[in-house]
């Protein structure tokens, strides 16, 4: 009961990340690298590729810049999550 | 792994100097500033000083650390209050005090962010006068006698009421109430307890005051709906 209750606190995101994905694809980017450019730290990085945290808009935007694609494509919500 | 940022040196600065006065002095409130080293980067991030050296996941884990904190320091000063004043030591006083200054700053500094000030400012009004108006029925009773003692207060009930129609008028007036107020309490003696008083009663009603004045970030429409 205290761990569902714990990791419910944790886990604040519903939101599907591909955002290991487009890492890849672009030159292997590691995570800390990401993290430099778009000027937060790696545990952040790691907390939203995990679905650990509801990023910011601004950071959304400056995560599709960096990875050459749009927002829609590095995340996306879950079907339930639209109602 | 710790970011060496300014405001990294600038908690390491403070930690060390706590040490050093503590070392010098043997005083263990100087130890306190070692709490001002780990509140340092939250705070300033939470004040929009310096917010690009914080990250935004740290500052939605302080914010969330932050209000359990703020509830596990209300609790506690309540069980504090009611073991002190169960002792008949008046110091519960503080405790009293010290959950009234936070429920306050929480809901000014709220207040503040939502940014519907005159709304608020009306809010702040009529609820600190009905507040009274509690504390007095409490004390005396339902009776003509508590009917007769919260007159003024029903006053400052009707005020918040009219600051509806007239906000910056209403404002100004508060503004002059506050100011015979603290005059008041504070002439009663400049000690901890005045001091206290003093700013929980004037903090709310400067803060409804300007909110008045100012007027509103946000703008309602015609059917007087208000707009975010």
């Keep these: 009961m205290l761990c569902k209750i714990l990791s419910n606190y944790l886990k604040e995101s519903t939101i599907k990340t591909y955002l290991r994905k487009y890492r890849f694809e672009n030159g292997e980017l590691s995570q800390q690298q990401l993290a430099d450019t778009v000027k937060v730290s790696r545990q952040t990085i790691v907390a939203i590729e995990r679905g650990d945290y509801n990023l910011s808009v601004k950071l959304a935007l400056q995560l599709a810049r960096k990875l050459n694609t749009t927002v829609e494509n590095l995340f996306q919500l879950e079907e339930k999550d639209y109602a | ?182 005059i008041l309490i504070l002439s009663k003696g400049f000690i901890i307890g005045q001091i206290i008083t003093a700013v929980v009663v004037t903090v709310p009603l400067v803060t409804a005051g300007v909110s008045l004045i100012v007027g509103d970030r946000i703008e309602s429409d015609p059917d007087g709906e208000t707009v975010v």
Aim: glycine share 10%.
């Design chain 2, 1 to 182: 792994m710790l970011k060496k940022d300014p405001i990294f040196w600038m908690a390491t600065s403070i930690f060390i100097l706590g040490v050093i006065i503590f070392g010098v002095t043997q005083n263990q409130l100087w130890l306190f500033l070692l709490a001002g080293s780990y509140l340092l980067r939250p705070t300033l991030a939470s004040l929009n000083i310096a917010k690009s050296l914080v990250d935004e996941r740290q500052m939605s884990i302080q914010y969330r650390s932050g209000n359990i904190a703020f509830a596990v320091m209300i609790i506690a000063c309540i069980i504090m209050s009611v073991y002190q004043s169960n002792k008949g030591d008046h110091s519960w006083e503080f405790f009293n005090a010290i959950v009234i200054v936070g429920l306050a700053a929480k809901a000014l500094s709220n207040v503040f962010l939502i940014g519907n000030y005159r709304e608020s400012g009306t809010k702040i009004i009529m609820g600190v006068g009905l507040m009274l108006v509690l504390f007095v029925s409490l004390e005396n009773g339902f009776s003509v006698g508590m009917l007769i003692e919260s007159a003024p207060f029903w006053g400052i009930v009707g005020i918040g009421w009219l600051s509806k129609k007239f906000p910056r008028a209403i404002g100004g007036v508060v503004l002059g109430i506050t100011v015979i107020l603290l």
